[in-house]
């Protein structure tokens, strides 16, 4: 009987796989550009807080302090 679930499931995997995906739209290269450009500072950023969270020195801090309001203000004006 589970013999019968897989074959079944096997056949939905295929058809799922011929089945036309949804049409996105295409991105103009600027606008996988500026995607890119936001993607690099979301991960900045997070490694600047992850940074942040574990420094010791106050100086340490304050650069890293300093380079999360940048990479905010960063991530801000590509958004606006």
């Known amino acids: 009987m589970a013999r019968g679930f897989e074959s079944k499931d096997v056949e939905f995997q295929q058809s799922e796989a011929e089945r036309p995906k949804a049409a996105k739209r295409m991105l103009s290269p600027e606008e996988r ?31 890293l302090e300093q380079a999360v309001a940048a990479l905010r203000e960063q991530i801000r004006t590509l958004l606006t």
């Open 33 to 63: 550009d500026a995607q890119a450009r936001r993607l690099t500072l979301e991960l900045a950023l997070s490694r600047a807080e992850s940074d942040l969270r574990l420094a010791q020195s106050a100086a340490h801090r304050q650069m």
